[in-house]
């Protein structure tokens, strides 16, 4: 192993009582913020949607720290560490994707829906198979997503407590796992909320100091940090330039195009992001907190600018890929080396960052646990089970519970995921709500003519072949940074199927409509338009 990364390990063992003391407190405080907003849960809009209490600053950081995860955090650093140029476009798609969120769904969805997309559809279409499509949408997305966070957990806490055993490894995703079933059953979208809310200014203030620290050892100067990191890549000057991870090759080429597509339209249908318009008294508010989350968000992927070539001047690809072959632990690195590897300051900085990290973590997977149990209550339990007969506290109840299974099954895939790079596996959660739900919204929201068969195809089709064609990808076999890198049975080429589902997803929402006898509803269609554009008789 090389030394440096023996050196990260020893210099976490040696500190490692305030390491472990850094994880308790953070630990503790969000579980205290979590009881505290326990109590405060009284009915069914509490736990769904914080009691709409909250205001458009407020929803905007929580915002923010849902949607900054440990991709953003460990997976863009160690992309931008190993690939430059074409690891920071993960920056730009990600940022870029909210003005999609803004213009097109956030404020219709505020006033159209209740609880959960589910709501959206089910206002104009017949209820119980939309909200049993919507609901089966929302949980495979949110279990692609808590994927990404679980692979991450993993590899950081191993990295901090020198943990090598994989038995170990699986351990610590059990604990996040188990961590974030706590947060949602106790504290539901209240303590969520406030979890996001610290674990924002957390992660802003930690990027911060890494990014001035990075920033002070090379004066300020930006054009000698991209110069000592494209001499310390290996690749010279063609890691400041496009094309070394996507531009070898066609089939690279066209992943990169399906990359951009999944992460441009695929945050407006993720649901952990969704759900979040529900918790503001008011449209303005929902349009609001979305401005404030883009320039929250917008100053942190700025900021990777200098944890991904800082990562690669200061520490050297080398370093990083002998740590995790993804990428992963790039930033936690930089943060040892740029304290001094061999310091207490450098320990200090480890620790800190990387109790930011795992703070980052415990947030996401809240909120994405919270939208799947949700939308699982909601849609499946309430209205297609029980038909509409469910009290508020049953329901409720059977949010708790799918919490629990939800978390168990997270915990079993995040055990197999925890060698793959983060951001990648983020995309495929983008591109996977991207096919399937964001055709589907835009549709019943703008679309006069949409029916419930055209939702149907829409949801099933845009989410079984995105899923379908991600199985058969590489990204679970075939190549060494497979999941299964032993065995071989893919065919689909590339790494992100955003190119084929999400183009598919859009033709058999309107394939199903054109094919359908149904006669669409424009009565109710008139209703969700005004209620839509202006709020009038939103909940």
Do not use: C
């Not at 923010?64 to 560490?81: C, E, N, R, T, V």
């Not at 949602?184 to 802003?204: C, D, N, R, S």
């Not at 060494?480 to 589902?501: A, E, K, R, T, V």
Request: no cysteine; proline share 3%; hydrophobic share 55%.
């Amino acid at each position: 192993m090389n030394q440096h990364v023996l050196l990260a390990a020893s210099e976490a063992s040696e500190h490692r009582p305030l390491i472990i003391a850094l994880f308790a407190a953070f630990v503790l405080a969000t579980l205290g913020i979590t009881v505290w907003a326990g109590r405060q849960t009284k009915d069914a809009a509490d736990f769904y949607a914080g009691g709409r209490q909250f205001t458009g600053f407020q929803n905007g950081l929580a915002i923010s720290g849902d949607y900054m995860s440990a991709a953003s955090f460990l997976g863009i650093a160690g992309a931008i560490a190993l690939f430059g140029y074409d690891g920071f476009l993960y920056s730009i798609g990600f940022l870029v994707a909210w003005l999609v969120a803004l213009l097109l769904v956030a404020e219709p969805l505020r006033n159209s829906g209740r609880f959960t997309m589910g709501d959206v559809l089910a206002y104009r279409m017949r209820q119980r198979p939309v909200r049993t499509a919507a609901g089966t949408s929302t949980i495979v997305v949110s279990i692609f997503y808590l994927l990404a966070q679980m692979a991450g957990a993993g590899v950081l806490v191993s990295l901090l407590l020198g943990i090598t055993s994989e038995a170990g490894k699986i351990g610590v995703v059990a604990l996040v796992g188990v961590l974030m079933i706590v947060y949602v059953t106790i504290g539901g979208m209240k303590g969520t909320t406030w979890v996001q809310m610290v674990k924002a200014v957390l992660l802003i203030s930690g990027t911060l100091l890494i990014t001035f620290l990075v920033m002070l050892k090379f004066n300020f100067n930006v054009s000698d940090l991209l110069g000592k990191a494209a001499e310390n890549s290996g690749h010279g000057a063609a890691f400041l330039e496009p094309g070394l991870k996507y531009g070898l090759t066609p089939t690279t080429q066209l992943d990169f195009i399906s990359l951009a597509i999944a992460l441009v339209l695929g945050t407006a249908g993720l649901p952990h992001i969704l759900i979040r318009f529900y918790t503001v008294p008011t449209a303005k508010a929902a349009r609001k907190s979305v401005n404030w989350a883009i320039g929250i968000i917008g100053g942190f992927y700025l900021m990777t600018i200098a944890l991904g070539f800082g990562a690669a001047a200061i520490v050297g690809p080398e370093t990083i890929t002998e740590s995790n072959k993804a990428g992963n632990t790039a930033a936690p690195l930089l943060a040892l080396h740029i304290g001094g590897v061999d310091s207490a300051g450098g320990a200090i900085l480890l620790a800190v960052i990387s109790a930011v990290a795992f703070a980052t973590i415990l947030a996401v997977v809240a909120g994405l646990t919270l939208a799947s149990s949700s939308s699982f209550a909601h849609d499946i339990y309430a209205n297609v089970i029980r038909k509409g007969q469910a009290t508020e506290k049953e329901e409720v109840r059977a949010a708790r519970w799918a919490t629990v299974l939800i978390g168990v099954v997270s915990i079993a895939l995040g055990a197999m995921a925890r060698d793959l790079n983060v951001a990648g596996l983020v995309a495929l959660a983008f591109a996977v709500a991207a096919s399937a739900n964001l055709p589907t919204i835009l549709y019943s929201l703008f679309w006069k003519r949409f029916t419930t068969q055209g939702a149907l195809w829409s949801i099933y089709g845009g989410l079984s072949s995105s899923v379908i064609l991600v199985l058969f990808s590489p990204v679970v076999s075939g190549k060494p940074s497979s999941m299964f890198p032993d065995i071989d049975f893919h065919w689909f080429p590339l790494n992100n199927p955003g190119l084929i589902s999400i183009p598919l997803g859009f033709l058999l929402g309107w394939l199903g409509t054109v094919l359908s006898k149904e006669e669409p509803d424009t009565g109710k269609y008139a209703e969700l338009e005004v209620r839509s554009l202006t709020g009038t008789g939103a909940h």
